[in-house]
């Protein structure tokens, strides 16, 4: 009977532990690989490393995770555990009422506690960055220390304190002799539950976080939309570090024990030097970060350029060489959509540089957020195509630099879908029941009742609620019966891998798709569709007006435009650029969704209506919400 | 003992800050229309009535609910046998297994979330383990049994280890002293060893239950673009939607609704201890 029950036991045991570490073996593995997929290991290569340590973004993220689960782990210890011993001594009412509040970020759920951070921090004007983030992370770890160290606290004998000082001890001394050493367990679990807490945050982190400043869990969730083996690479540095420090600590649990068993206080020495060698290794890397770009005197040294920017929308080289030419550091802050990006900016962020598309740069205009340019210094303006200046956004460019430019269209798989069908149909092809379970659509609220409005014969940029709420039906319609797979960047590496026969795309992804996949085709429906342009702009706040402008000034030249439209797929505004590129032996020769339809008279430009805003806004959260309660 | 009594006081004004401050942040937001400002200050409960007369809206916070309770009671059913196995097991073992367990927790949650995308994509390694197994080709990613395993993977160690540390509190010549008064193994467990366990039970599900509502990047990376549970909700309305109002309330509403369950659990608890104080 025992021994069965052992056996159970052991399975049991022996599968969690496979379940447990199955992922981490499998990430390890993988950031060996040479190829970008998640599931076919092709050969052994460290290119996904060399990726990482070229990345500043990684490095900074890993290093901000390490430092902000040390400094909050200290901070939180200390506080928590004296806080606990004084409320052992307090009265009865205190100790309750602490306990009780202290409860809050332990028994609320997770982003309750983060959105009334970020309300907080708001609402004094703090500017959110690194310090917030360690705020946050004290303010979410003390409560975990206190709970951990008040059991032992209270188990203590009341006189033990007393006993101490009658036999002369100073409170100091009874504090630090007497009582501490009893609570080590307690303190020493708390400290590991803090530093877990904090090196596992996301959604506190996510929600306090300001001036770009990102943590591994961050990194991970902005960048993990596309395939990016890199973070494999990451993750694996992250084990290692890990389990150095697990090994310096030389099994915590064993050392706890023994602590308990000896009940003397010199034993906490390992830790200390565990959480040395984690200092020492994270400061490296800080001082790498930091200090390592020092060198000879360049026009912008030590400045710093911050950029809002959506997504997988810049070449990999562009950073790195306009540090290079001007010694700036450039800090990269990506968004999801335009939206995302105005509630931070109308909430006060600061940034340098601003990326948003057409309409959303009219408001910008309107509320006063962007300041004029001096086109003096944007003197490669001269390379940008005429179609996309002077649009109706920003008549004159007065304060907009276009950065890239396009339409939206349906990505079609050539072996599944006729060009015929797309014709016949145009958007209502997402209605057509042969593709049931085969289509992607694209989260963006603009984009997607575009679609809608088209679909029905509406102009894009109605205001008659009607008509809105008529697409919102189409859109009812498609997700009760269509099962689509409602995406955003993922898409790309979906299609280039030929998931599904349709989805909704921009043109710039269409083109970077179709060069990976022959068979994949671009369609723009005659029903029309949203030619936008995407436009670099310095908010009304930004603190390096001049650097901005070298930077924006340097993307429009040939080597930077090339670059970056290279990159990325997306229709380069430097005529010369998109020219080569489309051209013979460019990377996007002959791919029409790189040459964005103009001209046609059903295509139209969005123009910003803050009330029709609302309602597309409201409408969209509800066709998510409806999408995913038919599953 | 004046002197320790004070030690608490700074800490005091830092929790009302920080932590009572936030919350009546939200609830102030949940009532009023315009955002933060003081000077158009105007009550209203129109946010509270929008989500109790859609049934979508409702529908979305029943299923995050479930989904939830299914992430405890799985964990609750794999992790209070496992936390039993290593408290029966010899020191050594015993704290080799809590290493085992412990490091992944040191490892990022979304990194190791991240890593579940390869192991359940099309062609990845688990769909052939269960293709050998004659289970054909099933689709795994991006779908609601992808959420569960995802939630279970990150939570279980919490309840596993709270459980475990109950168990390992307890005096274990309480045991004996059962065997010694005639109980059957059966009996000792149902009478002396699970209601001693049972804060660590209830740690464990609050520690497993309430990240598992309120979690939106589970859902969003396993779940795919269209799962949407209540934490996707929110941050859409406070990201994306810029409407922090009807975001703030629906935190009131989710967090009230955590109160309630939380208040029932512990209820349970203080009847299983007959009415005491855990000691």
Partial sequence: MKQDKRMFGKILMGLLIVFFYAPIIYMIVFSFNE???????????????????????????????????????????VVGTITAIGLSKSKKVVRDVVEQVNNLPIMNPEIVTAIGFMLFFITFRVEKGYITMLLAHIAFCIPYVILSVMPKVRSLDPNLADAAMDLGATPMQALIKVIVPQITPGIVSGALIAFTMSVDDFIISYFVTGQGVKNLSIMV?????????????????????ITVALLAINLIPAFVAKQQEKGRGNGSKPLLFAVAGVLVVISTIGFALHGGLKGSEKPYQGQTLRIYSPGEYMGENIIPAFEEMTGARV??????????????????????????????????????????????????????????????????????????????????????????????????????????????????????????????????NTEKEEELQKAYEWFETCVTTMEPEIVTDEIIDNMAQGRKALGIVYSGDAAYIMSENEDMGYFEPLEGTNNWCDAMVIPANAENVELAQEFMNYLCSYEAAYDNSDFVGYTSPNEEVMDDLYGEGGTYEGINAYIPRSGYEMDESFVFNERTRKIISNLWSKVKIVASNVN | MKKFSQLAIPYIVWMVLMLVLPVALIAMYSVTTHGNSIISFSFTLEHYKKFF????????????????????????????????????????????????????????????????????????????ILKLLGLGEVELLYTEGAVLLGMVYNFIPFMILQINSALCKMDASLLEAAADLGASKAETFKKVTFPLSLPGVINGITLVFLPAVSSFFIPKLLGGGQYFLI??????????????????????IMAASMM????????????????????
């Avoid at chain 1, 076919?40 to 500043?56: A, I, N, P």
């Avoid at chain 2, 809206?57 to 989904?67: A, C």
């Fill in chain 2, 53 to 128: 007369t859609d049934s979508d809206f409702l529908l979305v916070l029943g299923r995050s609910l479930m989904i939830a309770l299914k992430t405890t009671i799985i964990c609750l059913l794999l992790g209070y046998p496992a936390a039993y196995f290593i408290a029966r097991s010899s020191e050594k073992v015993q704290n080799l297994l809590i290493m085992a367990i412990t490091i992944p927790t040191w490892i990022n949650m979304l990194v190791r979330t991240y890593a579940w995308i390869g192991l359940l994509s099309d062609g990845g390694i688990v769909q052939q």
């Fill in chain 1, 35 to 77: 190829g970008k997929s998640l599931t076919h290991f092709s050969g052994f290569s460290l290119k996904w490393y060399q990726h990482m340590l070229e990345s500043r973004d990684m490095m900074e993220s890993l290093y901000t995770t390490f430092s902000i689960a040390i400094l909050s782990t200290l901070i939180s210890t």
């Fill in chain 1, 331 to 460: 800090v990269l802050e990506l968004f999801d959509s335009n939206e995302q990006m105005y509630i931070k900016v109308a909430n006060g962020e600061s940034y340098d540089i601003l990326i948003p598309s057409d309409y959303m740069i009219e408001r910008l205009i309107q509320e006063e957020l962007l300041q004029k340019l001096d086109q003096s210094q944007i003197i490669n303006m001269d390379f940008i195509n005429e179609e996309v200046k002077n649009l109706s956004y920003d008549p004159g460019n007065e304060y907009s630099v276009p950065y890239f430019w396009g339409s939206v269209g349906i990505i079609y798989d050539t072996t599944k879908v006729t060009r015929e069908e797309l014709e016949k149909d145009g958007y209502n092809i997402f209605l057509n029941p042969k593709y049931k379970g085969d289509i992607y659509l694209y989260d963006s609220e603009r984009d997607s009742f575009m679609m809608a409005l088209k679909a029905l014969g509406y102009s894009m």
């Fill in chain 1, 221 to 241: 969730y902005t960048m993990s939309k596309r395939v990016n083996p890199s973070i494999n690479a990451v993750s694996t540095l992250v084990v290692a570090i």
């Fill in chain 2, 231 to 252: 934490g996707n909700l929110i941050e859409n309305q406070f990201i994306t939607a810029g409407e922090w109002n009807f975001g703030s309330a629906i935190s009131m």
């Fill in chain 2, 260 to 279: 309630l369950m939380m208040m029932l659990v512990k209820k349970i608890e203080v009847r299983n201890n007959g009415g005491k104080e855990e000691v």
